[in-house]
């Protein structure tokens, strides 16, 4: 299916502030970019450059005024995401380098506490994608997702404690839990197309039969209509900007997404 | 100023050809894609990678039948080229370690070759940017840059010989005659406004006071209006497109750059 | 100065067990690697990597029995660590590319939450590496170093409660203040000459000025002497080895260090 | 088994001279570095670095006087090396990304001009480890190998022409015939056991049915005993040095290989 996504973000800058934004998706292995707008005004130089998980990064400091941000992409992506019950789960010796930094605990996923509460949610299955699928599950029938119910991360414990959380939360406590037996588990920052209400959104990936499977919890179904912008170990990696100095006003946060053809 | 580049390409498959593509321009620290457009027909699975260059690559196999490629992007990029006679040479124990490969002999700039014609060159002038710009004026006044008069790269030994060639042999010769003084230079492919006939270009970067400087030695002035495609060591790393087993048939190659806004 | 460094590790390895260890010094920067010696026994397959910070990696699974490890290296470091009083704030705007991923916060420095603290403490200070000195002495004075004190890393938020810990925290908190000024800061591992009880060490480095400096709140005056295993944002990156799976059980952890000529 | 590999360099020094040496081993998935010893000496500043190949490479300037390089290191490697006749050819659409680069024509591996010879060696051979051996066999049998024949590389074209040459003429050959039917080839540089006259080797590998396969015209049988310092994609990536300006006079060149265990 193809979807246009944008976002729109305004600020009112009091002094110049330093800027890195993690708004534009990249083509890869699940999506193709067609074609993709980014206008900043005003007109100032910016610089973008690439981290070591393949995200793109806009850099540049805001001067006074009003601040305007638009991206916008039309993006090819699948119907419905992957599932695949029989991918088993990977030893760490088999592992790609690469993947070794996502077995780790991280700022917002203390997976090094979750282990009895993994095993005991997993219980009785298989290793591999059916624990995850397990995982997701027991997120979706234990922790309440209430959109818009906190503004700013909190971690894997904390979530559990609460039991509710936004999209970012389930995320969190999802990839702690894979993590805590072993499966690599990373951080999706994106556009979900249906999405209710419509925002940015967070899901997890684990690392289960030799590739990367999608799981969301916030999600029924195998619906797809992912758009990536962002990969990382939590939200620390994938927030859509960082500001530095005095927080800027924030004007407008707008994000859509349509489909545009099959 | 604000260009518009874009590149049309199409090719009779006859078997199922895999092709690399590198035809997308990225933003970096010249320039500013604002938007950007790339549609393959038919639709099919495209793979998109970066490589340590920074270049963006797409990969796929194309199908029987036609394929077209069709890139365009907006880009913000200078209007004249940055010019520092005096960038002085840097010592390659200062040189940053990722500037070292610029300074070794590669495919088509056999540079341990021409060590006694870059001194004669360039004698009398400071070490820096000075001698780079001996060399620019050198291929100007020395090799007649004739578009369009040869298909397939040739080295810069050949092109000495020859005495003319077209924009990608005058880049050869003046980075084997850089590298030969012991300064990293690179090869760069993009567009020109208002190049004369209008196709995709090439030009060199030569590494001095620190950073790269843009030389091109089939145009005069300091005039600006480059968008960079790819960098590379030589033609190699540079070709628009790779394609794999039988060539296959182009149907058109057209180029365009038109400028859209001051 | 030139030090012997060493360590010896075994374990009783109950079922196999995958192992990464980050034990190997590099040549770098500051220091050089002249011998170095790594020996486990058993006899093994392993396998080396190198991650995006540079830091060395062994991988391998450790049969059931007793498991080995030992290494050594001959290092050439400086007596004294460089220090500079006028070393300036970099803007971040001004930061390479590589540097930002230390101003954020990480697992165990949630540098968001000690903005308040970071400027009482550096209240006066030019901003740079007096700011840097300001927060080390602070740390020197307000939190009790402990050696031996804890055995899991705590985050910055707990050692601040707690008034006391051991290099790891301390580290912890220094990066977590540095970082909460915009200052980047890193986690550094190593061995450290003439340590107090001798172990493995841990400090921090911030940078300011252009280039990284060092700071150890667990040692006074300017004394050199450090060898780096591994760089990191904070604990997580930098652990001397991870184990997976149930614990094996520790039989002997040894450090040595010696000097052996100037 | 285990091998002792050492080398010993030494110049004579007339004007301050950067010199880059890529003479460390690496452990890696074929082998295991247990001892490593680099001397250099006077006792300068020396910065070591990794390229994108994963070799290992020492900068610095040599002051004037005598110069001299030790190096040493206790190598695990395999006895015999791994062989694989039923190793298919893997499509260039299924190579990894960072395998794509060995397909191309490189300064000493012109192999866009060795297309119809490849075809001709490789007559009825399946698509494979099979093609890759048939032209292992016929270097043999076709170019003599004559060692200390020559002291500067030549390129694929004139290697051919000649009909002789040292192990390095026979890997590029060897390389460019392989890229020529689009199996990727690169080459290998560093110790062999047992080599007459013993002096650095060089051989090549291709990557045939998901991995990489070590070829050698310049041996027989399935011989292993190789160490292996630097990968590239032919001569200019590595050369074990490069000096830069005058060319220093070497004092010595030596080299020793002897099996210490089993």
């Known amino acids: 299916m193809w979807l246009r996504v944008s976002c729109n973000l305004a600020f009112d ?13 990249r083509s890869g292995a699940e999506q193709w970019i067609e074609r993709d707008e980014f206008k900043i005004t005003p007109n100032i130089k910016i610089l973008e450059f690439t981290d070591d998980y393949g995200n793109l990064y806009q850099r540049f400091v805001a001067p006074v005024g009003k601040l305007s941000i638009y991206t916008s992409s039309d993006v090819k992506t699948s119907e419905f995401v992957d599932v695949n ?6 030893e760490i010796e088999q592992l790609p380098n690469d993947v070794l930094c996502y077995l780790l605990p991280s700022r917002y996923c ?20 059916k624990q995850v699928f397990a ?22 414990t904390e979530v559990y ?17 894979c993590r805590s037996l072993s499966i690599p588990a990373r951080m999706v920052v994106g556009y979900l197309h249906q999405l209710q209400p419509m925002d940015m959104h967070a899901w997890f990936e684990a690392y289960v039969g030799g590739r990367w499977y999608t799981f969301d919890a916030t999600q029924t179904g195998q619906k797809g209509g992912y758009v990536t912008v962002g990969y990382g170990l939590d939200a620390v990696d994938v927030a859509i900007f960082n500001q530095f100095g005095p927080v800027a006003h924030s004007l407008e946060q707008s994000i859509n997404v349509v489909q545009i053809k099959n």
Do not use: M
């Not at 203390?110 to 994608?129: C, H, M, Q, V, W």
């Not at 995982?135 to 894997?156: K, N, Q, V």
């Open 161 to 177: 404690q609460k039991r509710s959380g936004v999209c970012r939360d389930l995320a969190h406590l999802g990839i702690a839990l």
């Open 110 to 129: 203390e997976s090094d506490r979750f282990n009895d509460l993994a095993n005991s949610i997993t219980l009785d299955k298989p290793a591999g994608y």
């Open 85 to 90: 019950f029989d991918a088993p789960f990977i």
């Open 135 to 156: 995982i997701e599950e027991w997120l979706r029938t234990t922790i309440s997702y209430i959109p818009g119910s906190s503004d700013y991360p909190i971690s894997a």
């Open 13 to 25: 800058i009091e002094i110049p502030t330093p800027f890195i934004l993690r708004l534009r998706p």
